[in-house]
Every structure is written in C-alpha cells, then in structure tokens.
C-alpha cells in the first residue's frame, strides 16, 4: 500500500469509527482500537510481505495458546495491539502485564484500553526489561514502532532525529519475583534489539514451562554487544530450541529478522 493511499484509509476509518473505535473480530470477540492500531488481520497469515506475515503469524499464536485464568505478558506492549488480545483471552481471571517505556506510545495504549472496558485492564509498566536493574536511555521518535535503547534501531540516517528518554530497566525474573506474580504461560518479547539482554534477565522464566515467542532484530545486536551465539546458548541451557513461526525446523547458523519460537 502505498503512502498516499494508505494516509487515504486511515483518514477514512477515523471518520467511520470515530470515538468508538475500529472493530477487530477474532475467536468471537469484537476489541477495538485506534485506527492504525489494530493487529493484522489473520488473512495475512501466509503473506509475501515478512513483516505482515509473522504479525499475523503471532496474533494466531496467542490466540490458540492462551485461555482464561492465563498469566501473560508483553515486553514491548507499544499501543497495546497484543496487550488487548492477551487480555481478551486470559480473561478476567487472568493477569496481563504490559511493559512499555515509551511515554508517546503508553498515551495511545491508555485510549486503547479505554476502547475496551470489558476486559480486565492490562497492568502497564514504564520500565524497560534488560538483563540489570537500573536506568537507560530510551531512544524515541515520538513513540513510533522503532523505539529502542538503541540508538541504531531508531536513527537508520541522518534524518532520523531521536529524542532521548530515561527510564528505568528491570528484569523479568526479579519483576515477577517481586510481585509474587504466577509463572506465565506466555511471554511475548518484541524491544527492538534488546531481546538478548530481556532474555538475560529472565533465566528463570526460560527454565520454567512458560512459552515464548519473540522477535529478533540481529541488525542491532551489535550495539548491545550481543550476539547469536549468546541466543542459542541461552536457548540450549534451558532445555529450549529455536524456530520461525512459519518454520517445524530449529533455527539455523544465521539469525535473520522474524519472529520465533523458544520452545521445548
């Protein structure tokens, strides 16, 4: 879709939905949201396009593993596309945590969860997850999709200005030891490079039964100083293997853009 026409679109869903929302159907339930901030639509579930593919890919993922009762969070909850239909399934037994440290994009997820007030609300946190506890640099260009802690997910040219945030990090083991929260049944991980670090800091979670599903960004390995080796080690301790969501095998010698499996 080109620019101008998708710039068309959205103009128009605004008038359509106006204040109520733009609907999203999925396992008999109708969550609403923000033009231009739904999930992909399943249909795209076998798209050319990589992105649209493993989008829709995890919104089918988490919809079949998730249920009432369920403990799931979401690490990089952005506009809450994911954080919603999370809810929607753990239902209001559930716990959902959403962790966003983006001030710009958490605007936007709280008028999300708004649009829904029948599902029992995400708990949202400011911080960021890593592998320590302490404080970093957010880099943000207006709470867009590319907000990271690395300046090189967000800054691709000279063009590309960055405001700089601070926020404080965590980890996922300590977080939820913390908070004396159950042991999750899903994990979803899309921080923009930081997946290495985030997995780092959740040792125990990785030796525990919880799924996870994350996405890799290897072109910003490198200015968090990680590596894929560091990936598969991690994966192999916990008893856990590697691989695409549109892929039965384990994951390869080279890591490549995608989002994945570490199951067991």
């Known amino acids: 879709m080109t620019k101008l026409r998708h710039d068309f679109v959205l103009a128009l869903k605004r008038v359509l939905y106006g204040r109520r929302g733009e609907p999203y159907r999925i396992d008999g339930q109708t969550l609403r949201y923000l033009p ?3 999930p992909v639509r399943l249909r795209y579930i076998r798209s050319q396009n990589g992105v649209a593919r493993y989008d829709a890919l995890q919104v089918a993922w988490l919809s079949s593993h ?8 979401d690490i990089g909850a952005h506009y809450g596309s994911y954080s919603i239909l999370m809810a929607a399934k753990c239902g209001q037994s559930g716990h959902v945590i959403a962790f966003e440290p983006d001030p710009y ?8 969860l708004g649009l829904n007030p029948s599902i029992r609300r995400p708990k949202v946190e400011m911080c960021a997850c890593s592998d320590k506890i302490g404080e970093a640099t957010l880099f943000s260009r207006g709470g867009n999709a590319q907000s990271s802690l690395a300046r090189s997910a967000v800054q691709f040219s000279a063009a590309h200005i960055s405001e700089e945030i601070r926020v404080p990090l965590v980890t996922l083991d300590s977080y939820l030891s913390e908070c004396n929260l159950p042991e999750p049944r899903c994990v979803k991980i899309d921080a923009e490079g930081a997946e290495i670090r985030i997995l780092k800091g959740a040792k125990q979670v990785l030796a525990s039964n919880a799924d996870v599903v994350c996405e890799l960004h290897p072109y910003v390995w490198p200015e968090f100083g990680n590596t894929f080796a560091e990936l598969k080690d991690l994966a192999t301790a916990a008893g856990r293997r590697i691989r695409y969501l549109d892929q039965d095998t384990e994951i390869g010698d080279k890591a490549e853009y995608g989002t994945v499996l570490l199951e067991r």
């Open 105 to 112: 994009a958490r605007e936007v997820l709280a008028r999300n």
């Open 66 to 73: 998730l249920t009432e009762g369920d403990t799931a969070v």
């Open 36 to 38: 231009g901030t739904r």
